[in-house]
């Protein structure tokens, strides 16, 4: 594996402009910190091969080593990634009815996943202000509070160092596809710590098409509404096209051709949508915006969600699969335009320390050829 | 008491070249002195401060170096003897008051002591003072041994009397600071009266009022002033300080002044050139006595000119010399112009050997071998390599860390201004390289003010200024006002370390005391700043995270000045000397060394002398012998290794 350190993570990707923030690297180390959604160095490190590099989700991210490591075959460029099933998913009723994104699937099994012991901690995103909130929290009371989508790039990750560095383990994490491919590269003890356990027992993906820009978009939300007094913000599912803003007092709408500016650049060389790497990834249900789209991915994810659905915690159908048409073919273009710009970038299978991607050139065709 | 007052003439002390001048003042029967804190002249108001009340003096720090001059010329204009001190950046400051001051004149005997700095070992710069006296049109005096130094003080305030002007007289670092044998003479009594006559005519010398106001009129003061100088030069002929030794018709006459006359002596003694080589050692060295240099020069075809900084005395000489060419034929010169000296930095025996022998080949051979590098090589080669660095428990490790981090955090490529003290050191890895701009006193703020001024240019880099509490009052408080009125938006930074930390816990305007130990109202700095307009608010800096937060809080806040004041008293304060509030100590199990999740964050980033690595065990370990026991570093260990524990008091 090609890892580097501090130095070369810096110039790779936060001078390179290609960081989002996901925290991966930061609680690992004085080092590296993260203020108002922007990571930074502080200082220089010494150490010639470190954690940061080898966890960051934006740089040497060997999507075959990963796929092996998850599922013991390569990495083959399936649009919505390795999965075992997908549904149709809700909150069932043993889960405290309060306001959702959507189908208030992620919170059920955070909650579930608590209750039954599966985990007995959780790395989640809460919100203070419009500024999200990295938290670890140990009780599933807690889960409740993160339950809304922050639509900014959050330092989440940072929260899960912290819990490590303290001994947690058994750990549940909620985060988005650049998140969990970070997460998925720290349970493969890159840096070959002897013993070594995983400490994640439940990693929920959450869809992510991008995100924004926390300082951007608060400098355009500050002109436009009382930040103060934002409860929800939501962006509905096709052909709406409009951000929500829901204030305490109403809602005001934000056309996308608006908000898309405030998109980081880097978002531009992702290509994954449905966050391929985790456990099970979580989506809004196009045309039901009160319902999730559930990819079940892994055998403890698959395992977990199905004791949610029989204790009542989760409700599944099985997902038509004329329902996938879509999905399927916004994931696949995802997945081409990040390629393709990455590539173009000289970001693919490319000098080492400097390559966003490795993986096998066939499959890349395959996926540019994949229409 | 002092012995600095000790009445008995002809008794012999070794005095510091400072306490020497200190002596001489006395004797002069000085009756008022102001100064500004400022290496290597501080200990002559300090020392004056201790015989104050003995002596019936008004002694006192002033708040810059051009008050000091005002308040000491106020006292000559009342018909006092007065003396103002500073080190040479000071007489910069005071430049523009101390024009004025040579073309009113004074009346009562008045004498400003510049202590320069060859070499800059405390200063920003290696600045000159030697020149003002040229601009100023002002007798210059160079005292060139300890001795001197006491006696050329009540000879030029003599000197001021006679020409009823101000008078300078030059020090520099090894002579302030060295030490050697002084003659005392007497002490004259302690009685003055003071009474400013002004009600007579307006160019009445004796009786007007004393005003710079020339109108397009320079006959009626330029002219007069520069009749005073021509009588200087008059009285220089014979100043008792111009000293010549040597042959009558040497091969190489030295000119040379100030301690360089030492380093003259030393070289030719070592060489054995004493019967071939004379030394003119000047003590008037503007306007240079004509007649006399001229009577040297005719006596000798090679001239060597040994002077520290700027060549003054090498061009002043020239001019006379190309005057006077008919009368005592061409001469070779040697100097800085040739090469034969260096122009930069501070002179030594060991440079004047080296020009000597360069001009006497045949004598370099018994150059003594004891020390093939020369003399300041000995001390260099026993001492170990060390970086610039704040001491054990200082507050602007802390201060410049936060900052640091606050703006590597903001991420917009914010950099400070800095400004005179010890916290000049932001610019290097000891202040984590956070300053980017460093002039004069005052200057870091208004720079700041001129950047934040930029926006309008496509600049959104924040600034920020950092400035000590004593220089706050000195110079920054107009770059202030400044930022202020013109809603320039930066960021200013009061490291108030309680004093006038750098040059040794000299009070100013916002200390509860003043330079005699009596209590004095202490400006308040954190009121001062709200009622001027800005948005202020306090932090200790040994409060990392709240530090760090506020700071940044405030370079996100908008338009205008801000100001965020980080008290903590200087570790080697009065206050706090010899008192640790935490025994620190390193816990080795938990200490992550050079491993991933620290890299020695502590000694190789932080890097307080009292935290050491140890290269066996490899982690860290605390110094006990120099920790001051602030407790700072246990917050910036990742691992939570390093342990304080609050002293029971």
């Not at chain 2, 060859?118 to 049109?137: D, K, M, Y």
């Not at chain 2, 004259?188 to 009600?199: K, L």
């Amino acid at each position: 594996m090609n890892h580097f350190g501090s130095g070369e993570l810096e110039t790779a990707v936060i001078q390179s402009e290609l960081c989002i923030g996901c925290g991966a690297c930061v609680r690992l180390c004085p080092y590296f910190d993260s203020y108002r959604g922007k990571t930074a160095l502080l200082f220089p490190c010494a150490v010639e091969k470190g954690r940061c590099f080898a966890y960051c989700p934006k740089i040497e991210v060997d999507l075959d080593a990963i796929t092996r490591f998850l599922h013991g075959k390569p990495y083959d460029g399936n649009p919505l990634g390795h999965h075992r099933g997908i549904f149709i998913a809700r909150a069932g009723e043993k889960v405290r009815k309060q306001s959702f994104q959507a189908g208030g699937t992620v919170t059920a099994l955070m909650v579930y996943a608590f209750r039954s012991g599966n985990i007995r901690g959780a790395v989640l995103t809460n919100r203070k202000g419009l500024l999200p909130e990295p938290r670890f929290v140990t009780r599933s009371a807690d889960v409740y509070r993160a339950s809304l989508s922050k639509y900014t790039a959050a330092p989440t990750l940072s929260a899960l160092n912290e819990a490590l560095d303290k001994g947690h383990g058994n750990l549940g994490v909620v985060g988005t596809p650049c998140q969990v491919t970070a997460v998925s590269q720290m349970r493969m003890n890159p840096m070959d710590k002897p013993g070594f356990k995983d400490p994640t027992a439940l990693v929920v993906g959450l869809f992510c098409t991008w995100a924004l820009d926390f300082r951007r978009f608060e400098t355009f939300l500050a002109g436009e509404v009382p930040l103060e007094k934002i409860v929800k913000i939501d962006i509905p599912p096709p052909p709406a096209q409009v951000l929500e803003v829901y204030l305490e007092d109403g809602k005001r709408e934000f056309p996308l051709d608006r908000i898309r500016p405030l998109v980081p650049d880097t978002c531009g060389y992702c290509p994954d949508m449905t966050a391929e790497f985790a456990d099970v990834s979580v989506g809004v249900l196009e045309g039901r915006g009160d319902r999730n789209t559930l990819i079940v991915r892994t055998e403890r994810g698959e395992r977990i969600a199905r004791e949610a659905e029989e204790k009542g915690f989760l409700v599944l159908e099985e997902m038509p699969r004329e329902n996938l048409e879509h999905l399927q073919w916004a994931a696949g273009n995802k997945k081409k335009r990040g390629f393709l710009r990455s590539r173009e970038a000289g970001k693919v299978n490319g000098e080492p320390g400097k390559t966003l991607f490795r993986l096998a050139p066939e499959c890349l065709d395959g996926v540019f050829q994949d229409r | 008491m002092s012995f600095l007052i000790d009445e008995g003439r002809n008794i012999q002390h070794l005095l510091m070249g400072n306490e020497a001048i200190v002596r001489g003042a006395l004797e002069a029967g000085v009756n008022v002195a102001a100064g500004y804190p400022g290496t290597p002249s501080s200990e002559i108001i300090e020392t004056l401060s201790k015989v104050a009340r003995d002596r019936n003096l008004y002694v006192e720090w002033s708040t810059n170096e051009k008050v000091a001059v005002e308040v000491a010329a106020a006292a000559s204009f009342a018909g006092l003897r007065s003396l103002c001190v500073m080190k040479q950046n000071g007489v910069n400051v005071a430049s523009d008051f101390l024009l004025h001051l040579a073309s009113s004149g004074t009346r009562g005997g008045m004498v400003l002591v510049t202590c320069d700095d060859p070499g800059a070992l405390s200063s920003v710069n290696e600045g000159e003072s030697r020149l003002f006296a040229q601009i100023l049109e002002i007798p210059l005096l160079e005292p060139g041994d300890f001795q001197e130094a006491k006696d050329i003080i009540p000879w030029a305030f003599a000197l001021s009397e006679k020409i009823r002007n101000v008078v300078m007289v030059r020090s520099v670092t090894r002579l302030s600071h060295g030490s050697g044998n002084v003659r005392f003479g007497s002490l004259p009594g302690t009685s003055a009266q003071a009474e400013f006559v002004c009600h007579g005519p307006l160019l009445d010398p004796e009786t007007g009022p004393i005003i710079s106001m020339i109108l397009a009129a320079p006959e009626l003061q330029h002219g007069p002033q520069q009749e005073k100088l021509k009588k200087a030069a008059g009285i220089f002929e014979t100043c008792p300080f111009n000293t010549y030794q040597g042959p009558d018709e040497p091969e190489l006459l030295i000119v040379t002044a100030s301690i360089c006359s030492l380093y003259s002596r030393e070289a030719v003694r070592i060489l054995g050139l004493e019967d071939r080589v004379g030394i003119l050692k000047l003590a008037a060295t503007w306007p240079l006595p004509e007649r006399l240099v001229k009577k040297h020069l005719a006596a000798a075809k090679r001239i060597l000119f040994v002077e520290e900084v700027v060549p003054t005395l090498e061009d002043h000489v020239k001019v006379i010399a190309a005057e006077a060419a008919g009368e005592i034929g061409a001469k070779t010169f040697y100097g800085k112009k040739s090469g034969h000296l260096p122009s930069v930095g501070e002179l030594n025996p060991d440079l004047v050997l080296d020009a000597l022998a360069r001009i006497f080949p045949a004598a370099a051979g018994t150059r003594p071998a004891a020390s093939p590098g020369g003399v300041t090589d000995i001390p260099q080669r026993f001492t170990p390599a060390r970086g610039m660095t704040f001491c054990p428990g200082c507050p602007h490790r802390a201060s410049y860390w936060s900052i640091h981090n606050a703006l590597a955090l903001d991420g917009r490529g914010g950099f400070v201004c800095g400004d005179i003290g010890c916290y000049v050191m932001g610019t290097l890895p000891a202040g984590f390289s956070t300053v980017k701009t460093l002039h004069c006193m005052g200057s870091g703020s208004g720079v700041a003010s001129g950047f934040g001024k930029l926006r309008s240019f496509g600049m959104d880099q924040p600034v920020v200024a950092v400035c000590g509490d004593s220089t706050f009052f000195h110079a920054a408080m107009p770059a202030l006002a400044n930022a202020i009125h013109q809603r320039s938006p930066f960021t200013m930074i009061l490291l108030d370390n309680r004093g006038t930390a750098m040059t040794g816990f000299q009070p100013h305007p916002g200390s509860p005391t003043n330079v005699l130990g009596d209590e004095a109202p202490a400006l308040d700095m954190e009121k001062i700043c709200r009622s001027m307009g800005a948005k202020v608010e306090i932090s200790d800096p040994f409060d990392l995270v709240k530090t760090r937060e506020k700071l940044n809080r405030l370079l996100e806040y908008g338009e205008g000045a801000k100001v965020l004041i980080l008290r903590q008293a200087c570790a080697l304060s009065p206050e706090k000397r010899g008192q640790r509030k935490y025994e620190v100590s390193v816990d080795a199990e938990r200490c992550r060394g050079e491993n991933c999740g620290c890299s020695r964050l502590c000694t190789r980033i932080f890097g307080c002398p009292g935290l050491v690595w140890d290269r066996e065990k490899e982690v860290s370990r605390i110094d006990e012998m120099i920790c001051a026991g602030c407790g700072v570093c246990a917050d910036i260990c990742p691992a939570g290794a390093i342990v304080r524990k609050e002293v029971a008091r």
